[in-house]
């Protein structure tokens, strides 16, 4: 925990590589100070249709899933935090947004294997 969702055009990735962005995500959750980095998780999601009614011609949101229980000004910090790397990404023509997503910490259950 957390899980970081970076929901995508897919013809962002003519301009930055799934890499960069999954790096720039995972680089701006681990400065938040609010997770361990070995607890960051990341997914892509390529969005073929879609449409904006601005100017822009890309699309790039994160959505940050993380246990509930922390502030509103936490959750800014972190969604300012995970920002950052992606605004210094030299995009052209993309709409940039991150919003952070309270997971109801009673009911959440996670398993992993060795």
């Not at 949101?61 to 790397?85: F, N």
């Not at 997503?101 to 996670?110: A, G, L, P």
Request: no cysteine.
């Amino acid at each position: 925990m957390p899980n970081f969702i970076i929901e995508h055009s897919e013809s962002l990735l003519e301009q930055v590589s799934l890499e960069i962005l999954q790096d720039a995500v995972f680089e701006g959750a681990k400065n938040s100070g609010h997770f361990p980095p070995e607890a960051i998780k990341i997914r892509t999601e390529g969005r073929k249709h879609f449409r904006l009614h601005g100017q822009q011609k890309d699309f790039l949101h994160i959505k940050g899933h993380i246990l509930s229980g922390r502030t509103d000004a936490q959750k800014k910090e972190i969604s300012q935090a995970v920002m950052l790397p992606l605004t210094q990404l030299k995009l052209n023509s993309v709409f940039v947004s991150v919003e952070i997503i309270d997971i109801h910490r009673e009911s959440f259950v996670d398993f992993s294997y060795s």
